[in-house]
């Protein structure tokens, strides 16, 4: 058996965990949403079918928290990669202790624990839009400042002294060697963002005001303030098509 072939067998029954549980939680939403809302203290109507909780999807006060969550999702995209590129641009050539010292610092955020961050950046940061897209790139930035770092430490040492021995100006190894070879990097980054954007929550819940929900605050509104689970499930499978959509456009790539 080749390595490879031993390497998937071990794996096989967490991924058909993942897998499984993934295709079952997807299901089991979908059914859920096409529920009928319940009566009195029923949180829904078992047995029955209804497009009623979809009926709503479309009305003005969804549209708006749809074009929130995309929003979010391009704006936490864009910052945590930008802010991620240049901390990773001032960590990589450090080396030994001093390296491990920056990385301490920027990862600091999660070390601390996202409640203490949050309640934090409430003293600090206005309420509203604003307010919850910093605190979700906040959260974000050393995930992708992490992953940048890597991608720029393991470019060849040798190259940047080279083009500069030729000639070649610190723009110009920033756009010619640095940013083709860190390319794939930046494209995980801006997937990250963009997923994690769309699934915002703890952001806009501590410093978002009513007119800044996202779907995942909304969601939570529906099913365990309101009891009405078809409606929640209606957006949770909004939501799923929308971070299915950012992986699949993050994932594609143009043949050479």
Same mark, same amino acid.
Do not use: K, N
């Given at each position: 058996?080749?390595?490879?072939? =031993?390497?998937?067998?071990?794996?096989?029954?967490?991924?058909?965990?993942?897998?499984?549980?993934?295709?079952?939680?997807?299901?089991?939403?979908?059914?859920?949403?096409?529920?009928?809302?319940?009566?009195?203290?029923?949180?829904?109507?078992?047995?029955? @079918?209804?497009?009623?909780?979809?009926?709503?999807?479309?009305?003005?006060?969804?549209?708006?928290?749809?074009?929130?969550?995309?929003?979010?999702?391009?704006?936490?995209?864009?910052?945590?990669?930008?802010?991620? =590129?240049?901390?990773?641009?001032? =960590?990589?050539?450090?080396?030994?202790?001093?390296?491990?010292?920056?990385?301490?610092?920027?990862?600091?955020?999660?070390?601390?624990?996202?409640?203490?961050?949050?309640?934090?950046?409430?003293?600090?940061?206005?309420?509203?839009?604003?307010?919850?897209? $910093? &605190?979700?790139?906040?959260?974000?930035?050393?995930?992708?400042?992490? $992953?940048?770092?890597?991608?720029?430490?393991?470019?060849?040492?040798?190259?940047?002294?080279?083009?500069?021995?030729?000639?070649?100006?610190?723009? %110009?190894?920033?756009?010619?060697?640095?940013?083709?070879?860190?390319?794939?990097?930046?494209?995980?980054?801006? %997937?990250?963002?963009?997923?994690?954007?769309?699934?915002?929550?703890?952001?806009?819940?501590?410093?978002?005001?009513?007119? %800044?929900?996202?779907?995942?605050?909304?969601?939570?509104?529906?099913?365990?303030?309101?009891?009405?689970?078809?409606? &929640?499930?209606?957006?949770?499978? @909004?939501?799923?098509?929308?971070?299915?959509?950012?992986? &699949?456009?993050?994932?594609?790539?143009?043949?050479?």
């Amino acid at each position: 058996m080749t390595l490879l072939r =031993a390497s998937i067998a071990i794996l096989l029954p967490a991924l058909l965990l993942v897998v499984g549980g993934t295709a079952a939680g997807a299901i089991l939403t979908v059914r859920m949403s096409l529920h009928a809302p319940g009566a009195g203290a029923g949180l829904f109507e078992p047995g029955s @079918v209804s497009l009623s909780s979809w009926a709503s999807m479309g009305d003005a006060h969804h549209r708006g928290i749809v074009l929130t969550t995309i929003l979010t999702g391009l704006g936490v995209s864009l910052l945590s990669t930008a802010i991620g =590129a240049l901390l990773a641009m001032l =960590a990589a050539p450090f080396a030994g202790l001093r390296f491990m010292g920056v990385m301490v610092l920027i990862l600091a955020p999660r070390l601390s624990g996202v409640l203490a961050s949050l309640f934090g950046l409430q003293r600090l940061l206005p309420r509203g839009w604003i307010g919850s897209l $910093i &605190a979700e790139t906040w959260l974000l930035v050393p995930y992708s400042t992490l $992953i940048l770092v890597i991608a720029l430490r393991g470019i060849d040492p040798h190259l940047v002294p080279a083009a500069r021995g030729l000639g070649a100006s610190r723009w %110009q190894v920033l756009r010619w060697i640095i940013w083709p070879l860190s390319l794939p990097a930046v494209a995980l980054t801006l %997937q990250l963002g963009w997923v994690w954007g769309f699934g915002a929550f703890l952001g806009p819940l501590f410093l978002g005001g009513p007119d %800044q929900s996202t779907l995942a605050v909304e969601i939570h509104h529906e099913a365990f303030d309101l009891g009405r689970w078809p409606r &929640a499930a209606a957006e949770g499978v @909004v939501l799923m098509v929308l971070t299915a959509s950012a992986m &699949a456009a993050g994932s594609w790539r143009p043949r050479p």
